[in-house]
């Protein structure tokens, strides 16, 4: 029978290899290989902030790699459920939404929306009789063309 103590150190023993394995480290003895795996953990966390101070730059500063606005346009039986959502408050995009559905001639039959830290619009949207068709695509591409115009005014004032 094999002691306690032996599957103990056996099982250290396994635990460190697979320590070794996961920081990439070329250590032979046990505390090398927990020196190597402490250098990998703290390499690790320099990463992590780095990534969140990049992720906190491009918010801040409209960076292209920040995170874009959302929008969704789905087709109803008499209109269109028209959705954005922003992680970043946007003055004056509700407006310069609301034009451009009404040049599409599109009748706004219901709002929901946030401003404050966060811009979330969700929108009814029925089309008038007289109107031509429309599809979801259209709307979709008014309302992005209506948020870059939006974008390129805010980058001149």
């Not at 990998?40 to 790699?65: F, M, W």
């Not at 979709?140 to 001149?156: D, F, G, P």
């Amino acid at each position: 029978m094999v002691s306690r103590e032996s599957k103990r150190t056996t099982a250290l023993h396994e635990k460190l290899q697979l320590l070794r394995s996961i920081t990439n480290s070329q250590a032979l003895n046990n505390a090398s290989i927990i020196v190597d795996a402490s250098n990998y953990i703290q390499e690790l966390k320099e990463k992590v902030e780095r990534v969140n101070q990049d992720i906190a730059a491009a918010q801040t500063s409209g960076h292209p790699n920040a995170k874009p606005m959302q929008v969704t346009v789905d087709a109803l039986e008499k209109g269109f459920l028209i959705g954005v959502l922003s992680d970043r408050s946007c003055p004056g995009l509700l407006v310069s939404i609301l034009e451009a559905l009404e040049e599409l001639g599109l009748n706004v039959l219901e709002a929901r929306v946030s401003c404050t830290d966060t811009f979330r619009l969700q929108a009814v949207g029925g089309e008038n009789e007289e109107q031509e068709s429309l599809d979801a695509q259209m709307v979709e591409q008014a309302v992005l063309q209506a948020i870059k115009n939006w974008s390129e005014s805010k980058k001149r004032d």
